[in-house]
Structure formats: C-alpha cells, structure tokens
C-alpha cells in the first residue's frame, strides 16, 4: 500500500485508513456511479465528512501504465487538488490518497478530500433559469474560469457537474471536483474558449458567458461567441453520435 496525507489532516490518519478498510460495508453512496464510487464518511463530533472515491480497477494496459509509468487517478487527484490551492484555486481539501499494487501490476485507488456542501454546481443553472441571481452566477463562473487560464489550469473535465458553486455573503465561489485530468502549460485563445464546450448546450448562457469572457481577455465579443458556439457544437455533435453507438451497441450485445 501507497499512500500520502495532507500535513493538515495528518492526525485523521488512523480513522480514514479504518474507513477505507470498511468502504465496502459502510458510509453514504453519493450519486450513481458505476465506474468509480463515492462514498461519504461523518466524522464524530466534528464539523467535517470525508468524501472518498474508490477509483475502478484500470483494464491490463493500464494496471501496467499506472504501476510503472504514470501517476494514478488518486494521486493526480490529490496533487492536483494541491497545486489548485496554491494558486488561490478553490477545491475540498484534499485529505489523502490510497493506493494498493501488486507485485506487477496496479490495483485499487483512493482519494479521499474534505466533501463540500454546495448550494448549486453549474448544472443546475444549465436547467433552471429561475435560480436567483442566475445571469451573475454565470458571469461570476466565466471569471472564475478566467482565473483558471490565467494560471496556465486547463481543467479537461471542464464539465457541468464538476464545479460546486457556494454563495458566501453577496459573493459566489466556484470550487472544482474530478481533478484526475488537468494540464499546467501557456493557454492559446483556442484552448481558453474550447475548454467552455462542455459546459451547455443553451445558447443565452454561451452569449452571456462569451461576453464576459470577452470582457476579461479585452476580446471583441462576436470573436469569443462564435467560436465558443462553434466549440460547444462540434462537442455537442460528438456526444450524440457517441450515444447512438453505445446503444446500437447494447442493442446487438441483447
């Protein structure tokens, strides 16, 4: 076994190693997944729950990569976590990560963060235009991925789901989750505006978010905007075509 804790979180050593033993038989599942779980584990008389993600076994190529040539999941997700706040980035506090080879190969993975209560994640505001304050929200997230690039942080699962969004007073603050894949390098314009194709398919949120996008990079506004439609079209399209062949696929496998 492999694993590093935050000097913060040194002292919780003992109880999240108890409740990585136990993950199977005990804590809340959070949400659906399949592939990787998460699972949320109160700590007794303390304003604090860990959030721990139990990574997938990787298939045989990458129980090889993972064991000998690249970082895992966990560890990504932890260094990752803690660059992030170096930068003044918001993110849980990463707590730990876990990891368990074989011999000669990769096996399971953990990471374990602080779990955040948000009020929404940028999905919500994807399909509910009635959440108050809705069009600041948006253009306090479009800062806020200004910010990103500015540091030279291309988030590659810049998705709707992985930024929880606190309201703090009069102000919001964006916290990123599902940190395993992210590059540090100079940003071109195309990698700036690409990295918001993901995010929705509703065209008022891509003007709004291009304007103010457009406001922070001192960019003409129709310049940001049709190239961020564009992005989220040709993405858009991609996704689609992708489900229809996973469920030709099902289909045949019946």
């Not at 560890?75 to 368990?100: C, H, M, V």
């Not at 990698?191 to 978010?209: G, P, V, Y």
Request: charged residues 30%; hydrophobic residues 35%.
């Amino acid at each position: 076994m492999n694993f590093i804790f935050s000097e913060v979180y040194k002292s919780y050593k003992v109880l999240v190693e108890n409740c990585i033993e136990n993950f199977q038989q005990e804590g809340e599942k959070l949400g659906n997944g399949d592939r990787n779980i998460i699972k949320l584990f109160p700590v007794e008389g303390e304003d604090l729950v860990l959030n721990i993600k139990s990574f997938k076994i990787p298939n045989l190529v990458n129980q090889v990569a993972y064991k000998h040539f690249r970082k895992s999941k966990a560890r990504r997700s932890f260094e990752y976590a803690e660059k992030l706040q170096e930068l003044g980035i918001g993110t849980p506090d990463p707590i730990a990560y876990f990891e368990y080879p074989s011999a000669s190969l990769f096996k399971e993975s953990f990471y374990v963060s602080e779990h955040l209560k948000a009020d929404y994640t940028f999905r919500d505001l994807t399909h509910n235009f009635d959440i108050p304050n809705h069009e600041e929200i948006v253009r306090a997230f479009t800062r806020f991925t200004f910010q990103l690039h500015e540091n030279q942080v291309l988030f590659l699962d810049h998705s709707p789901g992985n930024t929880l969004i606190k309201k703090e007073g009069e102000n919001y603050k964006f916290y990123l989750v599902d940190l395993n894949r992210m590059e540090f390098k100079p940003l071109s314009f195309k990698d700036r505006i690409k990295n918001f194709a993901r995010l929705t398919d509703k065209q008022s949120i891509i003007e709004t978010m291009s304007d103010e996008y457009a406001q922070c990079l001192g960019e003409d506004y129709l310049k940001v905007y049709q190239m961020m439609w564009s992005e989220t079209q040709q993405f858009q399209q991609k996704f689609h075509r992708k489900r229809k062949l996973k469920k030709k696929v099902k289909f045949w496998k019946k």
